[in-house]
């Protein structure tokens, strides 16, 4: 199919071929190089979840830890003292 768009080569390791056959299965007629590009976009997906969670995971222990720690006065200035500039 011809396209503007940049293209790439992909080697089909043992690992990729398992997975253009699952997708095959998930998505029967389409080609090969449209089951790469899907898997690719699941994949994204999957990622773009999996990243959220982690961040939604660390805001949650922040809010739970908020104010749980109280410092002396003057602590983080003094903590700090020793830090190279």
Excluded: C, F
Excluded at 24 to 49: I, M, Q, Y
Excluded at 63 to 82: I, N, S, V
């Amino acid at each position: 199919m011809a396209t503007t768009l940049p293209r790439i080569q992909v080697t089909q390791t043992p690992e990729l071929a398992a997975g253009l056959e699952l997708a095959a299965k998930e998505w029967p007629g389409a080609s090969r190089s449209e089951l790469v590009a899907r898997l690719a976009e699941a994949g994204s997906e999957t990622l773009a979840a999996k990243r959220a969670a982690r961040r939604a995971e660390r805001r949650k222990v922040l809010e739970e830890t908020r104010g749980k720690y109280a410092y002396p006065p003057g602590y983080l200035e003094e903590l700090r003292r020793d830090w190279p500039e």
